[in-house]
Nanobody
Framework: QVQLVESGGGLVQAGGSLRLSCAAS????????MGWFRQAPGKEREFVAA????????YYADSVKGRFTISRDNAKNTVYLQMNSLKPDDTAVYYC???????????????????WGQGTQVTVSS
């Protein structure tokens, strides 16, 4: 079993930055890929970014490409999401997730992820 705990959310003005963290425990962190998803009020949960086990490969949703950066520190069992140039449309609860099945591909669908954190709220004011 993998346990995930997010932190770093908050209220920020449009154009500002936040860095989310997700601490993992329960399995060797470098064994699996990680992803970030978000869910805005009244909307479905959507993919944001993913990173492979080593951090050498990343993938982003078009809506955040060029503004968000996903990274990981395997020594700290932590994955990060650096969010720059934030927009009000980025307001959502952000979740980290673990993709425990080894694959050469990075996944964007919720059903490919096996463990989820509790989420952290990000609110961007205009």
């Amino acid at each position: 079993q993998v346990q995930l705990v997010e932190s770093g959310g908050g209220l920020v003005q449009a154009g500002g930055s936040l860095r989310l963290s997700c601490a993992a425990s329960g399995r060797t962190f470098s064994d699996y890929a990680m992803g970030w998803f978000r869910q805005a009020p009244g909307k479905e949960r959507e993919f944001v970014a993913a990173v492979n086990w080593s951090g050498s490969s990343t993938y982003y949703a078009d809506s955040v490409k060029g503004r968000f950066t996903i990274s990981r520190d395997n020594a700290k069992n932590t994955v990060y999401l650096q969010m720059n140039s934030l927009k009000p449309d980025d307001t959502a609860v952000y979740y980290c997730a673990a993709d425990l099945i080894k694959s050469q591909f990075l996944h964007i669908h919720l059903y490919d992820y096996d463990a989820w954190g509790q989420g952290t709220q990000v609110t961007v004011s205009s």
